[in-house]
């Protein structure tokens, strides 16, 4: 198994451009999560998804958008990049809908996105 | 609202000394706990959990962690770090409700040194 594994693995964008991170899990899970990783300020959510079909805001959605294409894959999308929305962008992975709070979380490598 | 304190920033110390990095949280209901490890470059993997039962929790890498409900801290130890310790370390902490959300901790960097 794979695990979860992420695309690009490096960006830089310029200010206003757009672009999609990828995320995919093979382990069959169910819950699947969108994290920005900064100095200082540790992870933050951005969008999760329960299940196929549904999506959720976290703690700083704005200027990003979630597809949950299938089970298996949870894209990330800057419409219109920023210089404050360079960070390190995690997606992770866990196996239960319901009682998520008690699963273990499953981490990709990571995408270091540079914005100019 | 539930929040994570992890009180030290940075610990550094030499190869097969003891550890302790500390994680205080506050919360008023019942909450699962967790530390996470983060290796330069990698994204963060399970080290233990505490979801209830024994208070004392071990996890991989001979690590273990002690949840102290008066104090309200899930500190983190091992008995004699190596080189290969040397990593990020968060804590994070979730209700006993339907909230699906982790609070993290802001991460304690461990620094192993020959």
């Known amino acids: 198994n794979a695990g979860v594994t992420q695309t690009p693995k490096f960006q830089v964008l310029k200010t206003g451009q757009s672009m999609t991170l990828q995320c995919a899990q093979d382990?069959?899970?169910?819950?699947m999560y969108w994290y920005r990783q900064d100095p200082g300020m540790g992870l933050r959510l951005i969008y999760y998804s329960a299940s196929e079909g549904t999506t959720d805001k976290g703690e700083v959605p704005n200027g990003y958008n979630v597809s949950r294409l299938n089970k298996r894959e949870f894209s990330l999308r800057l419409e219109s990049a920023a210089p404050s929305q360079t960070s390190v962008y995690f997606c992770a992975s866990s196996k239960q809908r319901r009682q998520a709070n008690t699963d273990t979380q499953y981490f990709g490598p990571g995408t270091r996105l540079t914005v100019l | 609202a539930q929040s994570v304190t992890q009180l030290d920033s940075q610990v550094p110390v030499f190869e097969e000394a003891p550890v302790e990095l500390r994680c205080n949280y506050s919360s008023s209901v019942s909450v699962y706990l967790f530390w996470y490890v983060q290796y330069p470059n990698q994204g963060l993997q399970l080290l233990l959990k505490?979801?209830?039962?024994s208070t004392l929790v071990k996890g991989i890498n001979g690590f273990e962690a002690e949840f102290n409900k008066s104090q309200t801290s899930f500190h983190l130890r091992k008995p004699s770090v190596h080189i290969s310790d040397t990593a990020e370390y968060f804590c994070a902490v979730s209700d006993g409700g339907n909230n699906r959300k982790l609070i993290w901790g802001l991460g304690t960097s461990l620094a192993v040194n020959p």
């Open positions: 382990m069959n899970h169910n819950s």
């Open positions: 505490y979801l209830s039962g």
